[in-house]
């Protein structure tokens, strides 16, 4: 026993470090482009500390059998908006509920998400000075006062008045009322000056990343997939300033002549894209421009599905029907592309926010194969959300994350609705399957 806890021990009081291992049936360690069978996963505390077969481990070792189902790491949802609970009442959600209402959103979110197999997510932003409660949800979750996925966070997205970031918009038939919303929204504006300013502020507030509105949207009433909302040097002041303070930029983008233009700006990544054509692919191909295309949002119009789409509203039904061609051009060059491709959601209709497993169906129906819609869940997302040291991939070193899945994932659009078996930090949660 005295060698065991020389090998084995934490040295810390005497104290046995707390050991389990996992036996798999089939695993993907979000790098390779194979499931391996009969493989162990040692985990010290929170960490990976080997991965093989017929692992060596302390007598005292919990066994957690899985050799039913296939291990992943746990993955990762690289769009999503936790501001609200129900799609359903999300516009009276935007309007009437308060920061307190939307902190606890950001929270249950985050918890529902952890507990379908996604245990880290990127929160895309909102409008109103109540998004900084994403900042103090994150903050909850680390400290341990609330179970949840891993959160990057940007509170506020940078947008233009009466653009796809101004949710003033919905109130615009009593003037008074949307001018006193719009007057909520601070990082809503006009000039480099403003946009520079706005920019320090969210990142001395704790934002992880920065993102801004450049085109319009399909959910929005007013405006264009094909609008320019921010000016040329408006977008190029607020990707400059995120850099000089040691942050990535995204931006909410259609248009493929724009994601052109911001590509040769220098921005790290997009958020969309759904309008892109091939030379544009080819430039952000050279530049190692990320693209997380949220798929989800617009299936129900390139695989016609007239029962999702009167869900939507009026004017996003339109935009869909006015676009379908071009929607599913720019879905063909996304798939055929060697874009570094991210996996976001962007639920604001049909499903909930932390209903991620519902794009793995997309992208599958798209023909993008189960290795490279997994990879970018996993090991692409972790680069993209700046935790690729951390999580992304089993290996040994990494953070215990870790999910598994009771349906064959090479084939199965649906498998990502079945989460049998959900770790974060070395800590096992409860799991809850989409029905």
Same mark, same amino acid.
């Given at each position: 026993?005295?060698?065991?806890?020389?090998?084995?021990?934490?040295?810390?009081g005497g104290k046995m470090n707390n050991f389990k291992l996992l036996r798999c049936g089939?695993?993907?360690?979000?790098?390779?482009?194979?499931?391996?069978?009969?493989?162990?996963?040692?985990?010290?505390?929170?960490?990976?500390?080997?991965?093989?077969?017929?692992?060596?481990?302390?007598?005292?070792?919990?066994?957690?059998?899985?050799?039913?189902?296939?291990?992943?790491?746990?993955?990762?949802?690289?769009?999503?908006?936790?501001?609200? =609970?129900?799609? *359903?009442?999300?516009? +009276? #959600? !935007?309007?009437?509920?308060?920061?307190?209402? $939307?902190? &606890?959103?950001?929270?249950?979110?985050?918890?529902?998400?952890?507990?379908?197999?996604?245990?880290?997510?990127?929160?895309?932003?909102?409008?109103?000075?109540?998004?900084?409660?994403?900042?103090?949800?994150?903050?909850?979750?680390?400290?341990?006062?609330?179970?949840?996925?891993?959160?990057?966070?940007?509170?506020?997205?940078?947008?233009?008045?009466?653009?796809?970031?101004?949710?003033?918009?919905y109130l615009r038939t009593n003037p008074e009322l949307s001018e006193f919303f719009a007057?909520?929204?601070?990082?809503?504006?006009?000039?480099?000056? =403003?946009?520079? *300013?706005?920019?320090? +502020? #969210? !990142?001395?507030?704790?934002?992880?990343?920065? $993102?801004? &509105?450049?085109?319009?949207?399909?959910?929005?009433?007013?405006?264009?997939?094909?609008?320019?909302?921010?000016?040329?040097?408006?977008?190029?002041?607020?990707?400059?300033?995120?850099?000089?303070?040691?942050?990535?930029?995204?931006?909410?983008?259609?248009?493929?002549?724009?994601?052109?233009?911001?590509?040769?700006?220098?921005?790290?990544?997009?958020?969309?894209?759904?309008?892109?054509?091939?030379?544009?692919?080819?430039?952000?191909?050279?530049?190692?421009?990320?693209?997380?295309?949220?798929?989800?949002?617009?299936?129900?119009?390139?695989?016609?599905?007239?029962?999702?789409?009167?869900?939507?509203?009026?004017?996003?039904?339109?935009?869909?029907?006015?676009?379908?061609?071009?929607?599913?051009?720019?879905?063909?060059?996304?798939?055929?592309?060697?874009?570094?491709?991210?996996?976001?959601?962007?639920?604001?209709?049909?499903?909930?926010?932390?209903?991620?497993?519902?794009?793995?169906?997309?992208?599958?129906?798209?023909?993008?194969?189960?290795?490279?819609?997994?990879?970018?869940?996993?090991?692409?997302?972790?680069?993209?959300?700046?935790?690729?040291?951390?999580?992304?991939?089993?290996?040994?070193?990494?953070?215990?994350?870790?999910?598994?899945?009771?349906?064959?994932?090479?084939?199965?659009?649906?498998?990502?609705?079945?989460?049998?078996?959900?770790?974060?930090?070395?800590?096992?949660?409860?799991?809850?399957?989409?029905?």
């Open positions: 026993m005295g060698k065991q806890r020389d090998l084995w021990g934490a040295r810390q089939k695993l993907f360690n979000g790098i390779d482009e194979k499931l391996i069978p009969n493989m162990e996963i040692l985990i010290n505390e929170n960490k990976i500390a080997s991965v093989g077969q017929n692992l060596e481990h302390p007598k005292e070792t919990e066994i957690i059998d899985l050799g039913n189902y296939t291990i992943t790491p746990g993955l990762i949802d690289a769009h999503m908006h936790t501001q609200h =609970f129900d799609w *359903h009442n999300r516009q +009276n #959600e !935007i309007i009437f509920r308060g920061p307190s209402w $939307k902190g &606890m959103a950001h929270l249950y979110n985050a918890r529902e998400a952890l507990y379908r197999g996604f245990t880290a997510i990127r929160c895309i932003g909102s409008s109103t000075y109540e998004a900084r409660g994403s900042l103090v949800a994150k903050e909850l979750i680390n400290l341990g006062y609330f179970s949840g996925a891993r959160m990057c966070v940007t509170p506020h997205y940078f947008a233009s008045v009466g653009g796809h970031g101004d949710h003033s918009q007057n909520l929204t601070p990082t809503m504006g006009t000039g480099s000056d =403003f946009f520079r *300013h706005a920019v320090r +502020n #969210e !990142i001395k507030m704790g934002a992880d990343y920065v $993102k801004m &509105m450049i085109n319009g949207g399909f959910s929005t009433p007013n405006d264009s997939p094909d609008d320019q909302q921010l000016s040329d040097e408006e977008i190029k002041t607020i990707i400059d300033t995120t850099h000089e303070l040691g942050r990535t930029c995204t931006a909410h983008i259609y248009n493929s002549e724009q994601m052109k233009k911001v590509t040769l700006m220098g921005i790290d990544g997009m958020e969309h894209g759904s309008l892109i054509t091939e030379d544009t692919a080819e430039l952000m191909e050279k530049r190692n421009v990320y693209l997380v295309p949220t798929f989800c949002p617009y299936e129900d119009i390139i695989n016609l599905n007239e029962e999702t789409l009167k869900l939507k509203s009026p004017a996003f039904r339109i935009k869909l029907k006015q676009y379908s061609e071009r929607l599913r051009e720019g879905r063909r060059v996304i798939v055929q592309s060697n874009l570094r491709l991210g996996y976001g959601t962007d639920f604001v209709s049909v499903h909930n926010p932390f209903e991620s497993g519902y794009e793995y169906e997309a992208w599958m129906n798209a023909g993008m194969g189960a290795f490279r819609t997994l990879r970018a869940a996993t090991i692409v997302n972790a680069g993209i959300l700046g935790m690729q040291d951390k999580i992304g991939s089993i290996e040994a070193g990494k953070l215990a994350d870790i999910s598994a899945w009771g349906r064959d994932l090479l084939t199965d659009p649906k498998a990502l609705l079945d989460c049998s078996f959900v770790m974060k930090d070395g800590v096992v949660y409860p799991t809850i399957k989409v029905e």
